[in-house]
T-cell receptor, first 111, second 115 residues
């Protein structure tokens, strides 16, 4: 079945550091890919998405490129801020309505 | 900005008791979902609901679980006889449409603790 694997956390960085959170997926066909973010005390929010190979999703300085050849959708940001501290979830959906999530990566940014 | 709300934020119950988790989806949305996350594990799909019927459910969603839209605004998840392994964060979500590209909006979750 479909599955998503993302890098284990927690991840701790200093402000203005470069961020990469790895995500790979297993699926038949061509799923749509998402990154969701959960800030403390809040629900999961869609951060960005990509619906076909080579698409780049971007939002709030974050980017991720749908790489079909490596079945990956790594999240990157060039210069993180303290306000980016949250849990980040990679996910896919294909056909049916259900999202399939990775295990989440807790990110802490220190000033 | 419209949002999905869930109550309570934290529910503690004894094993074997029934619990009802409540959600108010975004008002013009038609599709509703429940997910759960056991501590340290992945967020898992439980069930989707449309037009007053379950449209898809996972193998986790056994006879102990049920969902209902009792009125025009609430969407509930009932666990009939809770087990220790039901302890988890439960997320409700809703979407305007179904389909591959459609965004699901999530509530903040209810943390269920079964003692």
């Amino acid at each position: 079945g479909n599955s998503v694997t993302q890098m284990e956390g927690p991840v701790t960085l200093s402000e203005e550091a470069f961020l990469t959170i790895n995500c790979t997926y297993t699926a038949t066909g061509y799923p749509s890919l998402f990154w969701y973010v959960q800030y403390p005390g809040e629900g999961l929010q869609l951060l960005l998405k990509a619906t076909k190979a080579d698409d780049k999703g971007s939002n709030k300085g974050f980017e991720a490129t749908y790489r079909k050849e490596t079945t990956s959708f790594h999240l990157e940001k060039g210069s993180v801020q303290v306000s980016d501290s949250a849990v980040y979830f990679c996910a896919l959906v294909q056909g049916a309505q259900k999202l399939v999530f990775g295990q989440g990566t807790r990110l802490t940014i220190n000033p | 900005e419209p949002e999905v709300t869930q109550t309570p934020s934290h529910q503690v119950t004894q094993m074997g008791q029934e619990v009802i988790l409540r959600c108010v989806p975004i008002s013009n949305h038609l599709y509703f979902y429940w997910y759960r996350q056991i501590l340290g594990q992945k967020v898992e799909f439980l069930v989707s609901f449309y037009n007053n019927e379950i449209s898809e459910k996972s193998e986790i969603f056994d006879d102990q679980f049920s969902v209902e839209r009792p009125d025009g605004s609430n969407f509930t998840l009932k666990i009939r006889s809770t087990k220790l392994e039901d302890s988890a964060m439960y997320f409700c979500a809703s979407s305007e449409l179904s389909g591959t590209y459609n965004e699901q909006f999530f509530g903040p979750g209810t943390r269920l603790t079964v003692l």
